[in-house]
DNA sequence: ATATATACATACATTCTTGTTTGTATATAA
DNA sequence: TTATATACAAACAAGAATGTATGTATATAT
């Protein structure tokens, strides 16, 4: 048998996404070939070149299954004023980012490949591009945190709700890569949290 | 005429490590094939193959190169302690690896390799682990720092001298990265020197 | 019921890479 | 002065990897 059905099509193309994210994670993206890829989701090269152009969209497709969601609820999480005070809602939507890499294989899976299993070269160099946008649209929800907490007077210092979003969106961003990094968990999973309540505990007064 | 001096050999051995690093900087390390270095520094791969065991050698070469006599000069201006206040210091410390990758071609592009050109699998996953050990040094010199710091009591809040440290320390880790990451310039390089000022404001007391 | 497009598998041709082997002119040591 | 090791260049062999072309069974539309 040959011809799948729409709904089996579509779940091949899942297969290779998913078989693409396990290969690029132990090979890394340059060194895995489609046919590492096709073995790994049980098809051959035939399918992949049906379903994706080439390795680069494939790579796309795990990129926007994991982080277009991401966004989403980072977005939500910044933007929603609830009951809680700014800074806490700030540390909140940190830890939660860290509870999500813990508990969602994919979301790390995808993580790790992006920072240390990819280069940023040729095809993925707009990839960076990407990245600096989403830094920037993080920060500018930084920013709307602090302003509030300024305004209301939670602030331990005179310094700008900018600057306090910029320290605060590159520690974070150190924070990710070593998570990434840290495999065994001993330097940064497993304290992760207790450094950005430190980070928040910096900015908030008394 | 093909046998050279010893000095003429170690000329060449530099050269290709210089192509290597060009090489590498613009097709990404596993794009790159002996055959582009080789061309790239006038040379046939059989010089590459007699100084080198493979492509993995080189890229321990180039790291080398840069990275040593980086520890070193990180480690002389966090240890000692000269007429400086301890936060000062570190400020200073932070901005000098700072102007050096403004600097120094040869450390900017081995940064930017190490950190977008580069995928950590195999041969090159035992980095990962010299990269956390080199983290741990800078952590212990930034802990002195800020003990020092605390002792002549310059800090503007509680947290202990470990905390601060690991604080700064994920601050500047994610400073580079985007440094790195920020090629036009406009939103990390430029104001580099700006970010650390803040960062290290945050904790002065006054 | 039949035609057609779909969802692949298989086979093929071509290009890249790598590692090794062989050759060789010449510094250098003895 | 001669022998030997050095510092490469050049040629060779073999395997990967890619993209494309072709084949084909079967959903699905008509």
Partial sequence: MVRKSKEDAELTRKRIITAAREVFLSRGVSRTTLEHIATQANVTRG?????????????????????????????????LDGNEDPLTQIEKSLCQTIDELNDNIEMRETYEIIMIK?????????????????????????????????????????LSPLALAQDTHLFFSGLLHMWVKDADGSRFRNQAKTLIQSHMNLRRKH
């Avoid at 795990?62 to 933007?79: A, C, F, G, K, N």
């Avoid at 707009?126 to 990245?131: A, D, G, R, T």
């Fill in 47 to 79: 399918a992949i070149y049906w379903h994706f152009k080439n390795k680069t969209e494939i790579f796309h497709a795990i990129r926007e299954q994991v982080l277009l969601p991401l966004i989403d609820r980072m977005d939500d999480s910044l933007t």
């Fill in 118 to 158: 990819c280069e940023y070269v040729e095809d993925f160099s707009e990839v960076l591009q990407q990245i600096l946008d989403n830094c920037s649209s993080i920060l500018d929800k930084l920013v709307l945190g602090y302003q509030r907490a300024q305004a209301q007077n939670l602030l331990s210092c005179t």
